[in-house]
């Protein structure tokens, strides 16, 4: 009887890890799409918002697919840069993302450039009176998937579109919206969306990639809490409350997530230990006990 029951517990325990490994597998991951910064570009008379426009292209594209990407609302990404007077082209750099990417609860942001963006005519082709001109088109996008938890960049990746089609002038573009049907149809149109699709097919294999991890660290958060606040030498404040189970006098192990050279996955390095002294329904107050270095925000705490 003793062994039935030992051999049922097991079992159940082994549907339990195949399940969450399911379940981790499945779990969506945050991502923000900041709007592009535009490169070196030779302009040549355009009127759209180029930066904007490519961005709206490229969210719309990732909504088109299948993926484990959890996009953040455009919306919420320009409040934000609004509220935090960060809105101006080239102030959001990889020592930035980490502070807007824990605000807006986005785990991974794309942070990307228009390197390239170029249309010119071709010389005609043809006998006689009977000729027919072209056009060329050359469009790279260029992307960095950063990690709001650290800042560190996981990786760089591109989308080029080449496309050579017939004739359009510059005039020909006048008018029409570059997200819009009509650009679409261009020889310009064609390169851009062609790079686009590729863009997004990089940034899926990125993501995918790091997926995995990214969800057990983010299970593993959901189950501690972090330092939001340091208060004098000796005093924390932590976004775990009554609502969350935290009482008076519980103590806490308090860890920093830290990245080094040839390590895929960031440590867990202990920083010190803590007591609660203060609860609230959504945080609570604590004193240190002892630190092997300054507790800062952005510190995991778990109960010991």
Known sequence: MIAVRSRLILSVAILLCLYSAAALAQSPVSVAIMTFKEGQLSNWGWSWNIEEGITNLVIDEITKRDTRISLVERNRIEELLGEQDLAAAGRIEEESASEIGKMLGARLMVMGTNTQFDFKQTAGVGISIFRVS???????????????????????????????????????????????????????????????????????????????????????????????????NDQLVINLGSKHGMKLNTELNITRMQTFPGLSAPVRIPVGTAKVISVDEEASVCVVIQSTQPIQPGDVVGIK
Do not use: C, M, P
């Not at 261009?186 to 686009?196: K, Q, S």
């Open 134 to 232: 072209g056009s060329q088109a050359q469009v790279k996008l260029t992307g960095r998937l950063v990690d709001s938890q650290n800042g560190r960049v996981l990786a760089s990746f591109e989308g080029v579109g080449n496309k050579v089609g017939t004739s359009f002038s510059l005039d020909s573009f006048k008018g029409i919206s570059i997200d819009g049907e009509q650009f679409q149809g261009t020889t310009l149109g064609e390169a851009t969306y062609a790079a686009i699709k590729e863009f997004v097919d990089n940034l899926i294999v990125e993501v995918e990639k790091v997926a995995d991890q990214v969800a057990k660290e983010e299970a593993f958060l959901a189950q501690t809490g972090v330092v939001v606040a340091a208060i004098g």
